[in-house]
């Protein structure tokens, strides 16, 4: 008897060493360069063991390696990292109808909100993906602006607190603008009156704040399954995981919007869109009766409260930290290059001035959109800090390879490392060095291909210049009424952190005076 248990134990030890031992050599097999893989997280050993952020471990990759494509292991997955900036241009653009999923597991019948424009797939994407293209219009954001101007107002208000008291303060800017960022996506996503700079115990922002964090083992758990092992979140989703966090936010966002249909309330902001999309089915054009309140009974609404809140939660997650991380990192960089600095306080004050505006004065829609320098920082900004270090796609049909023999099977997951593709020298000269003028459309230093912040093709992020507006509204607003001092220059460095985005290790300071 024991015999027969020994032998059974000793060929199934056999067989999973076989099986590992298979699947870790699958690039081999495949003829491919691989990065070598540890048992048994593959390429996220050092993520888990909190050692280096996943961003930076895909980096880490890219510049080991010299190939087009290079085979890696996410935990027990084959993955294909792209190298080639055409290539990955392709597969993003012309070749898009193989690669248009993004291989996150989402379950919307059991939990839909994970159902959000990011995660969808197919036919469910192009459709949510259609009816909320409108709501990111040149109009619908015009329609907002007074909202995000009042935010950047809030935000000179609580600066010049804290820099009258000393002639001049170090302030930890990238914290400064989180609230700013947080505060306008409360506002016009949420559709909530709040002031965290005069009250950063407010309940948005305790509940808001904790969504990055990931401190619940089960909720990493959950997050990385998503990616990597999707039967692993699937079983959760069975057994009633919730995210609470998330849920506590649809809360918010639902009562928010039986107030305003209850008393017919309308604000020009994202939510309205929203409510306008749940109720009518789309979002309309721009006009002013876009704005307006059009209620259904609630079997003929078009979309579920979950459904909607899913939303509000992507454009939360995506926006909040892109807003931050641009406008700090953009201000972090001006200190150090005290010429760049002069010249975009000259453009700031040139374009007021041929406004009619003053510094204290609200700023307009026309006269953000007239500052061409700074869009040139913008660009600089996300091109050397790119608010998500890396792309993801899915093989969806088999696909050849340009120039090879080899096809990229259908189910491959894909990665793209911008944050290496963006620091390659190949691809950017000096691109340790922060040149806004490599961008000047007259004499581009850059290779067009590589560039790619925001995603590009039919995926690409649906909310770009809704962030671009938010970035460049907080670094007026900041370089009209205050100096920044010169700083020595001083790459960042990073920490781990759970989050897809990458943390500055010490955050980002700067040293303030109000200007006279």
């Not at 690669?99 to 839909?112: A, K, L, P, S």
Request: contains cysteine.
């Amino acid at each position: 008897m024991y015999t027969v248990l020994w032998l059974f134990l000793v060929l199934g030890v056999t067989l999973l060493y076989y099986f590992i031992r298979r699947q870790y050599t699958h690039w081999q097999r495949e003829g491919l360069a691989e990065e070598a893989a540890k048992f048994p997280f593959g390429m996220l050993d050092a993520v888990v063991k909190q050692e280096r952020s996943f961003g930076l471990v895909v980096r880490d990759i890219y510049e080991r390696h010299s190939s087009k494509i290079v085979g890696i292991y996410m935990s027990y997955k084959p993955t294909l990292l792209v190298r080639d900036a055409e290539l990955a241009r392709k597969i993003l653009t012309s070749e898009f109808d193989s690669f248009h999923d993004r291989g996150i597991f989402i379950d919307e019948e059991h939990d839909q909100l994970s159902a959000n424009l990011f995660n969808l797939r197919g036919a469910s994407w192009r459709n949510l993906r259609a009816k909320l293209t409108p709501s990111f219009s040149s109009g619908k954001l015009k329609g907002m602006f007074n909202t995000i101007d009042d935010v950047g107002d809030k935000l000179v208000q609580h600066l010049s607190g804290i820099v009258e008291e000393k002639r001049e303060v170090e302030i930890e800017i990238k914290e400064k603008l989180t609230t700013y960022a947080v505060d306008i996506i409360g506002s016009v996503i949420f559709g909530l009156d709040i002031d965290s700079f005069s009250n950063p115990d407010n309940e948005f922002r305790r509940v808001s704040s904790t969504l990055f964090q990931q401190e619940a083992l089960a909720l990493k758990i959950h997050n990385m399954a998503s990616f990597v092992c999707p039967p692993i979140a699937k079983a959760m989703n069975r057994f009633g995981f919730e995210n609470r966090v998330l849920k506590t936010l649809r809360d918010i966002m639902q009562q928010t919007i039986e107030f305003r249909e209850q008393n017919n309330v309308v604000r020009k902001d994202l939510l309205q869109l929203l409510i306008r999309l749940r109720n009518t089915g789309k979002i309309g054009d721009d006009d002013d009766k876009v704005w307006d309140m059009e209620t259904a009974k609630e079997d003929l609404k078009a979309m579920s409260i979950d459904k909607i809140a899913a939303q509000g939660f992507l454009f939360y997650a995506a926006g909040s930290e892109t807003t931050a991380s641009t406008a700090a990192f953009t201000l972090y960089e001006l200190s150090m290059y005290p010429e760049l600095l002069q010249e975009a306080r000259n453009e700031i004050d040139s374009v007021l001035e041929r406004h009619n505006l003053k510094r204290t004065d609200k700023l307009t829609y026309e006269a953000v959109q007239d500052l061409k320098f700074l869009d040139l920082c913008i660009m600089e900004t996300v091109r050397k800090y790119p608010g998500l270090p890396m792309l993801n796609r899915e093989c969806t049909e088999d696909y050849k390879l340009p120039d090879s023999d080899y096809t990229i099977k259908k189910g491959t997951p894909i990665l793209i490392s911008l944050f290496g593709m963006h620091h390659d020298p190949n691809y950017f000269p000096n691109p340790s060095d922060y040149d806004p003028h490599r961008f000047d459309t007259q004499s581009p230093n850059y290779d067009q291909t590589a560039y790619m912040p925001f995603g590009e093709g039919p995926r690409h992020c649906i909310a770009l210049r809704m962030g671009k507006v938010n970035a460049k509204v907080a670094v007026t607003k900041v370089l009209a009424n205050f100096d920044i001092a010169e700083a020595p220059r001083k790459e960042v460095e990073y920490k781990f952190d759970a989050s897809p985005v990458m943390v500055p290790k010490s955050g980002l300071k700067v040293r303030l005076t109000k200007r006279v």
